[in-house]
C-alpha cells in the first residue's frame, strides 16, 4: 500500500524539483500524497495546478521562518534547491558556494516544524560538503563507507 501524507519540494523550479512535483501529482503516481507544497524564490508559468506553491528565499532566514513554520503537515521533504552563479564566481569556483546551501538547507530543516518521515537531499552533495576530500570526511564521520560515491 502506498504511503500517505504531504510533501515538500524545496527547488521545485528547478528541473529535478518541478519533475518530482508533476510525478507525485500525476494520476499514475503510486503515492497518495494528499498535497504537494513547493518552495522556490520566484513562481514559473507551467507548474502543476494541484501543487500550493510556497515563495520563499531559502537564504533568509525570516522569509523561511514565516513562509515554512506555519507547515504542520509535512511528512516527506525533498530538497532539490542549490544556489550558484556562474557569472559571479565561474565554474571551477564550486566550493564557494557551500556556505550558502548549507545555510539553504539548515534554514529549511530548522523552520520545519513537521513530523517529517523522510527527507531526500536531491543535489549534488559537492554543492553542500565541498570537494571530493572533504566529502569522504564527511561522509566517513556520517557513516556513508569509503565516500567514493557519496
Not at 54 to 78: A, W
Amino acid at each position: 500500500m502506498a504511503e500517505e501524507g504531504k510533501a515538500l519540494i524545496a527547488g521545485v523550479t528547478c528541473v529535478i524539483g518541478y519533475n518530482l512535483a508533476k510525478y507525485l501529482l500525476g494520476e499514475n503516481s503510486k503515492h497518495t500524497l494528499t498535497k504537494v507544497y513547493g518552495v522556490s524564490r520566484r513562481s514559473v508559468e507551467g507548474l502543476p495546478n494541484e501543487l500550493q506553491h510556497i515563495p520563499c528565499n531559502l537564504l533568509d532566514v525570516e522569509d523561511v521562518r514565516t513562509k515554512i513554520g506555519p507547515l504542520k503537515d509535512v511528512t516527506h521533504m525533498f530538497f532539490c534547491a542549490v544556489w550558484y552563479n556562474m557569472e559571479e564566481k565561474g565554474v571551477s569556483d564550486i566550493s564557494s558556494y557551500v556556505p550558502d546551501n548549507t545555510a539553504m538547507l539548515r534554514n529549511l530543516l530548522e523552520a520545519l516544524n513537521s513530523p517529517v518521515e523522510h527527507a531526500i537531499l536531491v543535489t549534488g552533495t559537492k554543492h553542500y560538503f565541498g570537494e571530493r576530500s572533504e566529502e569522504r570526511r564527511v561522509g566517513k564521520e556520517w557513516g556513508w563507507g569509503g565516500g567514493g560515491g557519496v
